[in-house]
Nanobody
Framework: QVQLVESGGGLVQPGGSLRLSCKAS????????MGWYRQTPTNEREMVAF????????NYGDSAKGRFTISRENAENTVDLQMNSLQPEDTAVYYC????????WGQGTQVTVSS
């Protein structure tokens, strides 16, 4: 059974940091590109960051460039998103996605940036 379980969300003040983690199971993690997406309170879903199966290539959405870093540990079946300099507009539900021939999604973790 495929599972993607996100963790690490929460409430943080503007300018703060959070580290999200996604634990994968039930498929060959090493063969999948992994991404973080977010859905805002206005229901817009956007790509935040993507990392290739080997970790050799990354791509970031405009809002994440320079502030967020995606990384993966294939031995642990995990992909992380380090988020720095968080702002209220980063408030969203953050989802982990595995991509190859099929897409698998996690259930999401809430990130709220507020003073």
């Amino acid at each position: 059974q495929v599972q993607l379980v996100e963790s690490g969300g929460g409430l943080v003040q503007p300018g703060g940091s959070l580290r999200l983690s996604c634990k994968a199971s039930g498929f060959n993690f090493n063969l999948y590109g992994m991404g973080w997406y977010r859905q805002t309170p206005t229901n817009e879903r956007e790509m935040v960051a993507f990392i290739s199966s080997t970790g050799s290539a990354t791509n970031y959405g405009d809002s994440a460039k320079g502030r967020f870093t995606i990384s993966r540990e294939n031995a642990e079946n995990t992909v992380d998103l380090q988020m720095n300099s968080l702002q209220p507009e980063d408030t969203a539900v953050y989802y982990c996605k595995a991509s190859r021939y099929y897409d698998y999604w996690g259930q999401g973790t809430q990130v709220t940036v507020s003073s």
